[in-house]
């Protein structure tokens, strides 16, 4: 025939130890004037290239964090399936979309966050590396996700391409230490309740009780008030 026929990925050889090479390999034909008399073959070694793909492949399905890379202009490149589980987001619908807008335009109490005002912007533009423990991102269906990432800026040379944002899920973290943190606060009122009686600082006080619009006889209520260890 007449046309030409590349096969990327097939398996063409094995190397000294046995192991499998892989080829990107083109058919062509060989024509003498109008008659063909042979077909040509042009084979590129792409073994180690296949190797990487397969291991960028298996990082980045197997990976428990979310990751996902922009451009220059904060455009999304590629996101890892776990950011599309915790996002909601897939990455054909953000793919070549300004991340900010889907991702970061809220701040945790919930009022926008202008992208000039982020840390990210900083990553992507001047090549700053950025960590934090207490930020936020915005899910597809509006709510707002805890995290704690770290950015790194995507460089060639001194040249600054975009950034890669690896993060995870820290919901469970602040719970934990809300939940520890109200503990310590019973045990420490508990303390303090304990030292009041042993040093006699709960003070008995009265307070009157006045009924409105009738004549009959008052009440009074009965409180008891801590001293602090200052007199207050």
């Keep these: 025939g007449r046309a030409r026929r590349d096969v990327a990925g097939r398996r063409v050889d094995q190397g000294p130890a046995g192991e499998p090479r892989y080829g990107l390999v083109r058919y062509y034909p060989v024509r003498h004037g109008d008659e063909t008399v042979g077909v040509g073959v042009i084979l590129v070694d792409i073994t180690e290239r296949r190797e990487a793909d397969l291991l960028r492949s298996a990082v980045m399905d197997t990976m428990a964090e979310g990751l996902y890379v922009v451009d220059g202009e904060g455009r999304l490149s590629l996101m890892n399936a776990a950011a599309s589980a915790m996002l909601g987001w897939s990455e054909q619908e953000l793919c070549g979309e300004p991340v ?133």
Aim: charged letters at 30%.
């Design 100 to 232: 900010h807008d889907a991702i970061h335009a809220n701040s945790a109490d919930g009022s926008s966050s202008p992208e000039e005002d982020t840390e990210l912007l900083r990553v992507r533009t001047l090549g700053e590396t950025v960590r934090r423990d207490d930020a936020v991102f915005t899910r597809k269906d509006g709510t707002l996700l805890p995290v704690a990432y770290s950015a790194v800026p995507l460089a060639t040379g001194s040249d600054v391409r975009g950034a890669v944002v690896v993060f995870r899920d820290c919901s469970e973290e602040i719970a934990e230490r809300t939940r520890v943190q109200r503990e310590l606060d019973a045990l420490s009122w508990v303390g303090r309740t304990r030292d009041a009686i042993d040093e006699d600082r709960l003070v008995l006080y009265s307070q009157p009780i006045v009924p409105l619009g009738n004549h009959e006889p008052g009440s009074e209520e009965l409180l008891l008030r801590m001293i602090g260890p200052d007199g207050r």
